[in-house]
């Protein structure tokens, strides 16, 4: 059983499309985050989740957009795409505050703006 | 605000060899969490080992284990007998309580730029 899984693994879209990317886990987590992986490999975080309510936006512009129909889903909405948007977008959980915490990543979708 | 530093963009190590990639952070807080993550090329991000702060006793995970410097907010990764297959991204990353809301407690991971090792045959 995939533990987080996210849709779809590559995206490739022009300039000024929209699109989304899913993410789902079944984990129980009460927590979920996005990242962003550039090409330089650094990962930032861009937003985080926690029961369905936003936590952490990190000066992400307006055309990201994350929506959480529930807490075991928190799904990535990117408006007018723009080249420098292409990196690898990875979810994750966790559930903190226990021993065993640690955030359970995707496998990543490779976006790529063309 | 949180900073996690990895002093070493690219490493190298002979199979078998020992290794070990360095990592500082800088925080006020006194509970928090330490990690290292590994990224082979497949792109798939794998927790390596995992500290709690508030626990002295370095942890140690078959041939990884980590020097945890609590004073000197340090958190070094050794790799004992280095295996072809531990070539890959290694990040350091640090979780830390954030705040606590209707949905329970909130936490945020930060990461390190990442060490690239190479293990060589």
């Known amino acids: 059983d995939t533990a987080v899984s996210q849709t779809p693994k590559y995206l490739v879209t022009q300039m000024g499309n929209d699109k989304s990317i899913k993410c789902e886990q079944n984990l129980g987590h009460d927590t979920m985050y996005w990242y962003k992986q550039d090409s330089k490999k650094f990962l930032k975080i861009m937003f985080s989740y926690n029961n369905k309510e936003l936590i952490i936006n990190e000066t992400v512009p307006n055309r990201f957009s994350p929506k959480s129909p529930d807490k075991a889903h928190l799904n990535l909405h990117i408006n007018s795409l723009e080249l420098g948007d292409s990196a690898v977008y990875f979810c994750a959980s966790s559930q903190g505050g226990s021993g065993d915490t640690e955030a359970f990543f995707g496998q990543g979708t490779r976006l790529t703006v063309v | 605000a949180q900073t996690v530093t990895q002093s070493q963009p690219e490493m190298s190590v002979q199979e078998a060899e020992t290794v070990t990639l360095s990592c500082t952070y800088d925080?006020?807080?006194?509970?928090?969490?330490l990690f290292w993550y590994k990224q082979p090329p497949s792109r798939q991000m794998i927790l390596v080992i995992r500290q709690e702060a508030y626990k002295q006793q370095n942890a140690t995970e078959n041939r990884f284990s980590v020097n945890f410097q609590k004073a000197a907010k340090s958190f070094s990764l050794k790799i004992s007998d280095s295996q072809l297959g531990d070539t890959a991204m290694y990040f350091c990353?640090?979780?830390?309580?954030?705040?606590?809301?209707?949905?329970?407690?909130?936490?945020?991971?930060?990461f390190g730029k990442g060490t690239l090792l190479t293990v060589n045959p």
């Open positions: 990353a640090f979780m830390k309580h954030l705040s606590v809301t209707s949905g329970g407690s909130n936490y945020k991971l930060t």
């Open positions: 925080t006020s807080e006194n509970n928090y969490y």
